[in-house]
């Protein structure tokens, strides 16, 4: 009985939501950047799996819907960009220039790094994608030649960064401007960073979200001067 519950799909769905939940509620309630959600999830399933010598490929018959997902809602980016039309035609050019800055950063700025540790180009090209959200990430990785589960992996501990790091960096760095405090942080982190946006101001998450889809679109076209 137990085998088969394990086995099911609902088994690795209502144990990843179920944490999640859990986590965010803890989140909320203490308020600390440090316990993120996301990453205490990781660690909370990844503890549930070793402890109770849980078979990996039973968690994924129900987690791997989730994946599966995820190319679909890629397209949801256009909602956020279109909802934002009438500020993205005010601030066009910043914004883009802006998403252009920052994509280019991450992606040189990973790859020097990579080769001046002496990573493979597997990793490297896994490694690049890390500032877009997850399923462009993972169809840029598979294109260059990356590892997408990686890849996924980098991105997320990306966003997690960004979530906590994003409020420091703005108080250190000064940044009065609403509309590049969005930016940079949707640029940079994506929807793990957008989340924390949303909390700073209105503004900010707004422009963090547009920043998504415009950093993620440039990625794409960036990549393909990634040299090989």
Do not use: W
């Amino acid at each position: 009985m137990i085998n088969i519950i394990l086995q099911s799909a609902l088994f690795g769905l209502t144990l990843t939501f179920g944490v999640y939940l859990l986590m965010s509620a803890l989140n909320r309630r203490t308020g600390s950047p440090l316990l993120n959600p996301v990453l205490l999830t990781i660690i909370a399933i990844v503890a549930v799996l070793l402890v109770f010598d849980i078979p990996l490929q039973d968690y994924l018959n129900g987690a791997n819907i989730i994946t599966m997902m995820l190319t679909p809602t890629t397209a949801l980016l256009a909602y956020s960009i279109y909802k934002q039309l009438p500020l993205l035609k005010k601030y066009f050019l910043p914004i883009v220039l802006g998403c252009l800055a920052g994509s280019a950063a991450s992606m040189t700025s990973v790859y020097l790094l990579c080769r001046l540790m002496g990573l493979s180009d597997t990793l490297t090209y896994t490694m690049i994608p890390k500032s877009v959200t997850t399923p462009i990430a993972m169809e840029l990785s598979a294109q260059l030649g990356g590892i997408p589960s990686v890849t996924v992996a980098v991105v997320v501990l990306t966003g997690i960064f960004g979530n906590i790091l994003a409020p420091i960096l703005i108080k250190v760095l000064r940044i009065k401007n609403r509309i590049a405090a969005g930016v940079g942080i949707g640029c940079c982190s994506h929807a793990g960073g957008t989340s924390k946006a949303m909390e700073i101001g209105d503004v900010e998450g707004a422009m963090s979200g547009v920043s998504i889809g415009i950093a993620g679109i440039i990625t794409v076209v960036l990549a393909m001067f990634v040299p090989h």
